[in-house]
């Protein structure tokens, strides 16, 4: 059987990464690749409009003009995609839709096994220069498991950290990851990290983990180690990272931003920073 991935193409270097790790990996595993542009005519109408009556025609045609500057954007890139795949033999889709980008990658996501995001995103083009929060968005409300590129270029065999502490966010994430790792094949190792300052009962806690992943034919490392999760989950991360390009794996709730409650102001740098790629879900 195979599988759908999904991935949210923005024209920035995050998201050429993006579309890059998400075509190597549906190559290797002969999944269908679905390109996904979204025109932000939400954000343009806003910006655009006028202060008063009399500017209200210029700010309508200024609208126009900047949707259809920016489905053309949005049409090059995937005519550019498409033929990507072509080269690579890999079977694919062209997605252009209107509205917030957030909404509509989450509302076509609910049919993808996996999505394909870069860790910064810029959705926004046309309003603005800096990264907008569609990730942050996308990862409190998604549907399926979703993987945060770097802007680097990431190899599709890495080293993987999962951050485990036995509540049903981290048990979503360790299901969700076990199952792509199937077919994907990231990794045959997996380092499961709980952060506790009674080392048994930590120890305790990763050994069902372990025993699942070990079914899925992985081979495990175990961490226990003492301190605030946040900082801990960090530092092991840039530890590992520091040796080998290391994927991070973890579970979020939903929520409507990527609050100190979910991830903590360490992990939420992280995401912000883009230094790390992450697999999510929630």
């Not at 603005?128 to 190899?155: M, N, Q, W, Y």
């Not at 530890?239 to 080998?244: D, G, P, S, T, V």
Request: charged share 30%; glycine share 8%; with cysteine.
């Amino acid at each position: 059987m195979s599988l759908r991935i999904l991935v949210g193409m923005d024209g920035s270097n995050f998201g050429e990464r993006a579309v890059a790790f998400a075509l190597a990996m549906a190559k290797n595993c002969g999944a269908t690749l679905a390109g996904m542009g979204v025109i932000d005519t939400f954000g343009i109408e806003r910006h655009s409009a006028g202060a008063n009556i009399g500017a209200f025609y210029f700010a309508e045609k200024l609208v126009d003009e900047k949707v259809n500057e920016s489905r053309t954007v949005f049409e090059n890139l995937l005519d550019r995609f498409e033929e990507q795949c072509k080269d690579r033999g890999v079977k694919s889709e062209k997605i252009i839709r209107y509205g917030t980008p957030a909404k509509e990658i989450i509302r076509e996501s609910e049919l993808a096994d996996l999505l394909v995001l870069g860790i910064r995103t810029y959705f926004h083009f046309e309003t603005t220069e800096e990264p907008d929060d569609t990730f942050e968005k996308v990862i409190s409300h998604g549907r399926c498991p979703l993987i945060a590129v770097t802007d680097e270029e990431l190899p599709t065999e890495m080293d993987v950290l999962m951050a485990y502490d036995g509540n049903l966010k981290s048990n979503n994430a360790l299901k969700a990851f076990a199952g792509v790792n199937d077919r994907l094949n990231f990794s045959r190792e997996v380092t499961l990290l709980n952060v506790n300052h009674d080392l048994g009962e930590g120890d305790r806690i990763l050994e069902k983990a372990a025993c699942y992943l070990q079914a899925h034919g992985l081979t495990i490392k175990k961490k226990v180690r003492a301190g605030r999760p946040r900082e801990i989950i960090y530092k092991t991360a840039k530890e590992m990272e520091a040796i080998r390009k290391t994927l991070l794996v973890i579970g979020t709730s939903g929520s409507n931003e990527l609050s100190d409650y979910i991830l903590g102001n360490s992990i939420k740098n992280m995401v912000r920073d883009g230094s790390i790629p992450m697999f999510i879900f929630h």
